[in-house]
């Protein structure tokens, strides 16, 4: 049986879920019309990943009886076994399992889809699933690319429907009241924000998912996986390493950059209000994991916004212990945030009043309160929005989520082809960088404008004004040899 056999029919009986549907047909007639109420759950992908976002449903499913799962696509016959008997043998109800994503999405029945695929399928099925009326958890990123990053945006906008994009962490309640207090003015003029992801391990990062003898062609749908088909990454032999530990190459990931800089990007634009970004540049290298591996084990991302605001994230994936605080800088003070991402709160550290001219300014802790569960949280907002028909309810939209791609993206393409970028908001374009950025900061200083701001600000000139002292009166160019101290 060739590779290509495994699709659909030929890989359910493979896997032996002959029993499972392998038509549209028959999976649509194998599902009950939603007449209980419940939101009827279908999860493409049921790696390691989408097994929190399974675990999330069951919990909805035995709780309080909002969600039912009742399909599972994998390309890899062990997935879909052992997520089916979990479903199963939680609900008493058996979910119906295909190889072809498609099944899922044309099935009239099912009313969301959770995506948790390779980063290079996210954007082919975020778009099929909202065209074909369905609401999408997708997992971050939510694309693999900047221009599929766009098109899914606007595929959303035109949709109507609830899309959630999977960084959890973005429903800790600290990065709204964080916005709040920096729209109010508490720390002043936002110029910066720095975020991490420092980790270390003696095998490699993301070599910790085990290969194993099943992984083979005959268990593994491998054309379906690449999507060389699709124009989704170039044919190739089959690889477990490639399969298994795919974020280590390009064609399927971008390492870093886009399993753990999205992360923190993301909370960092929710919290300051930021999205896109004005120029972006990226850096960094293999300099110890030399194991094959395509993605660097050190990089950094800067981003420029035209508010005024740079961003920085930043990483090894070799020494963990030494990490940089997250922290936003204002002119009045800074939101220190530590390390991690588990935050019930930010401290306020103050200037100093010889800065601010503002004795009143002082350090103080701001505490906002804990998340048990992020996963369960952030799903359980996607089912919430879903039930109120309030897109704009998620924690994590597909605007913020697309911003956080161009940021990351951008960094991570800069860093493989040596450029800076440029990203035009208003056209919603990107390309190479020149002295534009530059010479706009520059003719603004000449010019003597106010500081911009982040979007949502609404604190006048707060911690945003110089106060020359009275010699800076004797600056400026001598016309006709006249000082101009005196004219």
Request: net charge negative.
């Amino acid at each position: 049986m060739t590779p290509r056999d495994l699709s659909r029919r030929g890989f359910l009986a493979t896997t032996g879920a002959s029993a499972a549907i392998a038509s549209t047909s028959a999976l649509g007639a194998a599902s009950s019309a939603n007449t209980n109420g419940r939101l009827r759950v279908g999860f493409i992908g049921v790696g390691g990943r989408c097994q929190t976002h399974v675990d999330s449903a069951i919990k909805l499913q035995t709780g309080p009886g909002t969600v039912e799962c009742v399909a599972i696509c994998d390309v890899f016959g062990r997935y879909l076994d052992e997520t089916g008997g979990k479903i199963e043998s939680k609900t008493g109800k058996a979910p119906t399992r295909t190889g072809d994503y498609r099944d899922i999405i044309s099935d009239p029945t099912i009313d969301a889809v959770v995506i948790a695929t390779p980063d290079h399928w996210h954007a082919t099925q975020t778009i099929a699933a909202l065209k074909a009326g369905k609401h999408v958890y997708c997992e971050k990123p939510m694309t693999h690319t900047v221009q599929e990053a766009l098109d899914v945006y606007q595929a959303w906008k035109e949709s109507g429907k609830v899309m959630q994009v999977g960084v959890q962490s973005t429903s800790l309640p600290v990065w709204n009241k964080l916005n709040d207090d920096i729209c109010a003015g508490k720390l002043g003029k936002v110029m910066q924000y720095q975020t991490e992801m420092f980790r270390n391990s003696s095998m490699g990062q993301w070599r910790y998912y085990q290969l194993t003898k099943d992984m083979n062609p005959s268990n593994v749908d491998w054309d379906t996986f690449v999507g060389h088909e699709q124009g989704l990454a170039p044919k190739q032999p089959f690889d477990r390493a490639r399969f298994a530990q795919w974020r280590c190459y390009w064609d399927f990931g971008s390492g870093m950059y886009t399993d753990l800089f999205v992360h923190r990007t993301t909370s960092m634009l929710k919290a300051t209000g930021l999205r896109w970004p004005g120029r972006v540049v990226g850096g960094g290298g293999i300099f110890l994991e030399l194991d094959g591996r395509e993605a660097p084990d050190v990089a950094t991302v800067i981003a420029d916004f035209p508010e005024g605001v740079q961003g920085l994230v930043t990483a090894t994936m070799c020494s963990s212990n030494v990490p940089i605080q997250q922290a936003i800088r204002g002119h009045n003070g800074s939101a220190v945030l530590g390390t991690g991402e588990d935050f019930s709160g930010y401290d306020f550290v103050a200037e100093r009043p010889q800065v601010t001219l503002d004795s009143s300014i002082k350090s103080e802790r701001v505490e906002v309160g804990k998340v048990g569960d992020t996963s369960f949280a952030h799903f359980e907002n996607f089912v919430g929005a879903i039930k109120d028909d309030k897109p704009e309810q998620v924690n994590c939209s597909p605007e913020l989520g697309a911003a956080a791609m161009v940021v990351v993206k951008l960094g991570a393409m800069s860093y493989r082809e040596g450029k800076a970028y440029h990203f035009n908001r208003d056209s919603m374009t990107y390309g190479d960088a020149d002295a534009s950025w530059a010479n706009h900061w520059e003719e603004m200083s000449a010019r003597g404008d106010k500081a911009p701001h982040v979007p949502g600000w609404h604190a006048g000139e707060k911690g945003s004004k110089m106060v020359p002292e009275d010699y800076q009166k004797l600056a400026g160019p001598w016309k006709d040899g006249v000082d101009p101290a005196k004219a």
